[in-house]
T-cell receptor, first 111, second 114 residues
Framework: QKEVEQNSGPLSVPEGAIASLNCTYS??????FFWYRQYSGKSPELIMS????GDKEDGRFTAQLNKASQYVSLLIRDSQPSDSATYLC???????????FGKGITLSVRP | SAVISQKPSRDICQRGTSLTIQCQVD?????MFWYRQQPGQSLTLIAT?????????ESGFVIDKFPISRPNLTFSTLTVSNMSPEDSSIYLC???????????FGPGTRLTVL
């Protein structure tokens, strides 16, 4: 069974710090990786996608992918209280575009 | 990106009844999916809604319990049949455009079964 694992949380960081969120996946054939942010009571919002090894930066967010280690991470620089949410790692597998989600990690940014 | 709406946004239903959830997109999309998010849990794919043909269900989900329609490229419905309290969840549709690997989610339908 193809799995996506995320560090158990919750994760608490002070305002202005770097938050590091990690994810591993079991299907070595996976090619597409995503991070979603979900505020309480809301639906998931896509914030980053990454398809190639290395780093991808978008504003305060950086996604990192290492296919050899089957590892994807999300760094949030200069964390703000508004970043407090649950972050879901998702991996696209198979020809039918099935998206498999990790359990998510709840981030709390302390003012 | 596409604007996705779902109806109803929430409902409280009695055991043994059925509820149909609608998902409408403001532009044509290639792929539409239905997910379930049980309380405190992550998302689980129920099925892929195929336009003009039967939906493709994931392991553990069957058509009799979760019939799905997709009559065109902008609309789909999910019915939760013969409901029990265990069906209390948030049901979400997602869409992906032609050639795109990114999926975007609708606002969700929060279902409570008494």
């Amino acid at each position: 069974q193809k799995e996506v694992e995320q560090n158990s949380g919750p994760l608490s960081v002070p305002e202005g710090a770097i938050a590091s969120l990690n994810c591993t996946y079991s299907d070595r054939g996976s090619q597409s990786f995503f991070w979603y942010r979900q505020y309480s009571g809301k639906s998931p919002e896509l914030i980053m996608s990454i398809y190639s090894n290395g780093d991808k930066e978008d504003g305060r967010f950086t996604a990192q992918l290492n296919k050899a280690s089957q590892y994807v991470s999300l760094l949030i620089r200069d964390s703000q209280p508004s970043d407090s949410a649950t972050y879901l790692c998702a991996v696209l597998t198979g020809a039918n575009s099935k998206l498999t989600f990790g359990k998510g990690i709840t981030l709390s940014v302390r003012p | 990106s596409a604007v996705i709406s779902q109806k109803p946004s929430r409902d409280i239903c009695q055991r043994g009844t059925s509820l149909t959830i609608q998902c409408q997109v403001d532009s044509q999309v290639t792929m539409m999916f239905w997910y379930r998010q049980q309380p405190g849990q992550s998302l689980t794919l129920i099925a892929t809604a195929n336009q003009g043909s039967e939906a493709t269900y994931e392991s553990g989900f069957v058509i009799d319990k979760f019939p799905i329609s997709r009559p065109n490229l902008t609309f789909s419905t999910l019915t939760v049949s013969n409901m029990s309290p265990e069906d209390s969840s948030i049901y979400l549709c997602s869409v992906a455009g032609s050639g795109s690997r990114e999926q975007f989610f609708g606002p969700g339908t929060r279902l409570t079964v008494l």
